[in-house]
């Protein structure tokens, strides 16, 4: 087929530009997300309806896991209905043609609703729309490079995808540089468009300089495939639960406490990400411009934190690793809690988010191995039904939190000091957990298997 490899050279080495080009796609993705985590609890904090409420901080964390809701129930599916769509443009393409066009419309208009009705349509469409595009457009890569050089291709979407994630965080920086004197209003709707604007280039740097090839097939073709994934479906076995899984009890008590750990990291890591620009708004007095570029340190700090935790992890022991990781965290918080000195948030989130490194690079591993190679599959269900859970319960727990701090307090203001608390204390529960993990040290399965697992589930 022609272009099938769009990513390769001919001599099997990887073509750098063209998978920087495949990658825009991610970037579209990267770009809209760290904006709407960044901006949108603000925009419901803020909400004349909301803001009134007695248990507004639980309505807004309820709000904010309606994109985790959606990506665990819809993202899979529409990931399975572009691997059977076949057009002339492809059959990822597609889902960007008409995804992307509707998303960006609908980020422009979020910061600029009042009615929460109106409001909560927007989101919760854009939302639905984001879920049918975001698992095509992760596939395009591999469909476009051969198995031997994803790893490495993958490594290049990253980058995209931090392009992405910078171009999100500087907007306010940038705009506020080239428009003095608006206000902060005024500069989230443009920070906004532009994101817009920026997806909308990704998506036509996918569809006229990639350019999907057409996939249509004859209805020959269609009628044995139809007739293949039938044979293959009726031979599917079901998913074993735990129990039927031939482990040890040792095994099953390892794995337990390993997903209740994991619950516990991905409830204070999403918590941060989530929070920490209202946060910073609120205490410390940022503007959402410069609260938004400190949490994108946390992200790229885990980023540089990846490989150490890698070698870490092969020297000392997953186990050793991880729960370094959280101790450390756990600490930086906890002290920076203590003191509030300036200096001290910048050292939690940077480092914070080395030690975070230490965990999500180690964790996955472990957890495979406590399964064995052969069931990879099944594992890596569970490994991500554990962490995509928290990013659903997390918001709503924390919200509520901030509700009770307004409750109790004298002033009636909501205390968003206590998420210095509640991270902690979730360190410290996955700490304990961790400590009851017995097994998963030995390595069976490869690093290039793990890579694998990571792509095609994150994101």
Known sequence: MKNQFYCAKENGKLNYLHTAFTGFGFMAVQIAWIIYNAYVPLILKENPTISNLAWAGTAVGIIMVIDNVFGVVFQPLFGRISDRTHTRFGKRTPFLMYGIPVCALLFILIPRIQLLGVLMLDIIVFNFIMSTWRSPVVALMPDFTPSEIRGEGNAVINIMGGVGVVLGTVAGKVITALMPGLTEAQIRNRVFILGAIVMVICLFVVVFVVREPDNRISKAEAAELAAEFEKKKAKAEGKAGIRQMGLSKGEKKSLIFMLVALFFNSNATDSVNTYFTTFAKYELKFTEANASLVITLFAAATVIGAIPAGKLGQKFGRKKTIMSGWIGALA???????????????????????????????????????????RVGTFTGYYYTATFSASIVGPVLVGGMFDLTKAFSSSGQINYWSLFVYCPICFALALICMSQVKHGETQTISDEMIDQIRDENED
């Open 332 to 374: 930086l918080f906890l002290v920076y809690f203590a003191t509030k000195w300036m200096p001290l948030l910048y050292a939690a989130i940077v480092f914070g988010g080395i030690f975070i490194a230490f965990v999500t690079i180690n964790t996955l591993p472990l957890v495979l191995e406590i399964g064995g190679l052969e």
